[in-house]
């Protein structure tokens, strides 16, 4: 069965410029969830998506969106860059929706914005 | 809010022997779970041990098990026998177990652990 696949795995981009990065979860997974790893904030919650609905989000200025599609598949979107966008954006998938069920990490996408 | 803090940035063990990496946490809420994730450099995180905080009894995983103690809002991990595939960040982290929340986790910093020979 394969794993969490994150594409691209590394990213340059200059500041004002967007960036999408995507997702595609453990086959029969729904829930798809977003976090963003920086050497001085560490792991921070972005969003999740369940049945293509966010089912929460963190506290994340609106530059920072994402959506699912029908097949799970998951995208998130940067916009106008800032230089502490650069980060390591991670993602994880698990079957069911809330609180329940053990999360599986992809090996992410690292972003760096010069 | 919750808050998930690990006090040791880095440690060190001596390969076949013991470690402890300590763990603790901060809420208001009686159920939830506690989960010990590795990242090593591949960065991929990866699940070490759950613990349910209804369970009294601690979580054993092979080598890896770890100390919950609830009124102190604890939570640390021992790796017995350590072997050099250890090596790697390891992350404390929380998670609500109440309805209808997210499946949110609220990690700690990380602590670094190196096995040597």
């Known amino acids: 069965k394969a794993g969490v696949t994150q594409t691209p795995r590394y990213l340059i981009k200059t500041r004002g410029q967007q960036v999408t990065l995507s997702c595609s979860p453990i086959?029969?997974?729904?829930?798809v969830s977003w976090y963003q790893q920086t050497p001085g904030q560490g792991l921070q919650f972005l969003f999740e998506y369940f049945s293509e609905t966010q089912r929460n989000k963190g506290n994340f200025p609106g530059r920072f969106s994402g959506r699912q599609f029908s097949n799970s598949r998951s995208e998130m979107n940067v916009s106008t860059l800032e230089l502490g966008d650069s980060a390591l954006y991670l993602c994880a998938s698990k079957f069911e929706a809330g609180n329940t069920g053990e999360l599986f990490f992809g090996e992410g996408s690292r972003l760096t914005v010069l | 809010a919750q808050t998930v803090t690990q006090s040791q940035p880095e440690m060190s063990v001596q390969e076949a022997e013991t470690v402890t990496l300590s763990c603790t946490y901060d809420t208001s809420e009686s159920d939830y779970y506690l989960f010990w994730y590795k990242q090593p450099p591949s960065r991929q995180m990866i699940l070490v041990i759950r613990?349910?905080?209804?369970?009294?009894q601690n979580a054993t995983e092979n080598r890896f098990s770890v100390n919950f103690q609830k009124a102190a809002k604890s939570f640390s991990l021992k790796i017995s026998d350590s072997q050099l595939g250890d090596a790697a960040m390891y992350f404390c982290a929380y998670r609500s177990a109440l309805r209808g929340t997210a499946s949110k986790l609220t990690f700690g910093t990380g602590t670094r652990l190196q096995v040597t020979l």
């Open positions: 613990q349910e905080a209804y369970k009294q």
């Open positions: 086959s029969g997974h729904r829930s």
